[in-house]
């Protein structure tokens, strides 16, 4: 109850410093989601950890405004770097077939290596893109991408928030696989026992 009072007194004098509230302020990615994460990925029970995870989040997130800005020109920073990050979703989008040859690949380096992980994601990837392949088609493209350049032909752009979201909820596996207690675990703190009282009965 406590708890919840202090949270619902933050979130009033976050909209008076709004000065307006809207439901799409409240978006689960970054008001759950990410928060979520950050305690998973820090560590939870850790003030420490959860300061980092937070840091981390909050660094990705600045990061990825500056691709979003990055974009829309050739003179603002990490141009290069979105174009690139464009290419890479624009394979995964159209080339899906390659991807899912990519992934059985993997499932085969992960048999001969005897690796059950590397089998493990080799294996959901293949049938993740599977799915997709069967789902998709010109028709839900043209759908889910604009135009940009106008040039009749729909342009596959990825949207850096969601990407964003994406390789976070990458990290939040792996670390839920590999360290699930967080970079930064809680370490219980024992209290001192208390020395034998030796009573002579004489």
Known sequence: AVGAAIAALAGAFW???LRSFQPSFMLPATTTFLVWAAFIIGGSGNNKGVIVGSSIIILSQYIFRVLATGQASSDLPLHDTALFID???????????EVMLLFILLILLG????????????????ITFFIYSNLTSDYSLSQSFR??????????????????VLLVGFVLLFS????????????????????KVVINNE
Do not use: H
Not at 114 to 123: A, D, L, P, R, Y
């Open 176 to 195: 839920l696989k590999y360290n699930p207690k967080g970079i930064l675990p809680e370490v219980p703190n024992r209290p001192d026992r208390p020395e």
């Open 147 to 164: 135009d940009v350049d106008f040039d009749g032909n729909y342009d596959i752009i990825s949207e850096m928030s969601y990407v964003n």
């Open 111 to 126: 048999t001969i290596l005897q690796k059950q992980n590397i089998s493990e994601i080799g294996f959901w990837g293949c």
């Open 87 to 97: 290419e890479i979703f624009r394979w995964l989008v159209i080339d899906y077939y």
């Open 15 to 17: 909209a008076w410093q």
